[in-house]
């Protein structure tokens, strides 16, 4: 729809005005029931919410979406109220009211939180179509300068752009996010999935676990920012990858909400079988060079 209005009319298409595109979609979709946009404080844990005014009368909805205006940053506010008119357009037949946290905005993967989920999913892809980010992205290298420009360009926070690359990157990297040296969540690509669990879990005594004591992000605590990354060890924050394995961390601190971001991006996995074939390949190839040098040369 926004594709076919600028077309016609110009104007920049991004980042996208959600504040004025939502009291538009009623009449666009013919719902019949109108939606106000308010900004208010809410209690610091709550990123927005979605209100029917009218409850009583089915099919007759006002509806209010309301954010936290305590919030400073732009982009997590245009993304709250992208996540809200996604609650109004797929969820309204089943809740009068929905109350939205900050880890109802971040974490996309928890059964519990399919309407959650759901309208994460539509935020994300209003206000990052996927055709244009692949097309920001084409074949550079991926950085936080890369990255960061698409954060500008859809006028979304750091972590929404990341979260977004990560859904269809054919990359292997793992999101994390620590505070004082702990993992608070990580999250994988499709192929960064597996080796993002561990880091996810908690240990047995309730802690969460510890970055990695060799890892730069806590090496490199003179710095607030490594936005091209370090190459280090695979194995230093994933001890079941191959030796002779380099990642690329990256990562930004912010001391607005006294969070690290770590972006590692390691190359292609290699399973155990083809890591043992590899390594016979090499033993095949000393055996080889041990026969030359003792000056056996092969039999043509
Ligand atoms: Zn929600």
Same mark, same amino acid.
């Given at each position: 729809m926004l594709d076919g209005v600028h077309a016609i009319h110009g104007g920049s298409r991004y980042p996208i005005d959600v504040e004025n595109l939502i009291p538009e979609i009623p009449s666009a979709h013919n719902t019949g029931e109108p939606i106000v946009v308010q900004g208010q404080e809410l209690d610091p844990e709550f990123e927005g919410a979605l209100f029917n005014l009218n409850p009583d009368q089915p099919g007759k909805g006002s509806w209010a979406v309301v954010y936290n205006q305590s919030i400073e940053s732009e982009g997590r506010i245009r993304f709250t109220l992208a996540h809200e008119l996604g609650h109004y357009l797929v969820h309204r037949h089943l809740h009068g009211e929905f109350n939205c946290s900050e880890a109802d905005t971040l974490h996309w993967d928890s059964p519990e939180r399919q309407m959650e989920n759901q309208a994460n999913i539509f935020a994300s892809c209003l206000l990052m179509p996927r055709p244009d980010f692949e097309a920001q992205i084409g074949s550079s290298p991926i950085d936080l300068d890369v990255l960061g420009a698409c954060s500008n360009r859809y006028g979304v926070s750091l972590t929404a752009a990341i979260l977004k690359w990560l859904e269809f990157t054919s990359a292997r990297a793992v999101l994390v996010m620590s505070r004082n040296g702990r993992v608070q969540w990580a999250r994988g690509s499709e192929s960064g999935k597996w080796i993002s669990i561990a880091l996810n879990k908690k240990r047995s005594d309730g802690q969460r676990t510890r970055l990695p004591s060799s890892c730069a992000t806590v090496l490199q605590? @003179? @710095?607030?920012?490594?936005?091209q990354g370090t190459e280090l060890d695979a194995r230093v924050w994933f001890p079941n990858e191959p030796s002779g394995m380099t990642l690329r961390e990256m990562r930004l601190v912010s001391d607005q909400y006294r969070q690290t971001m770590t972006l590692l991006v390691l190359p292609a996995e290699i399973k155990p079988w083809e890591r043992d074939q590899t390594q016979e390949e090499d033993e095949l190839e000393d055996t080889y060079n041990r026969f030359i040098r003792k000056g056996q040369f092969p039999v043509p």
């Open positions: 605590t @003179s @710095s607030n920012v490594d936005r």
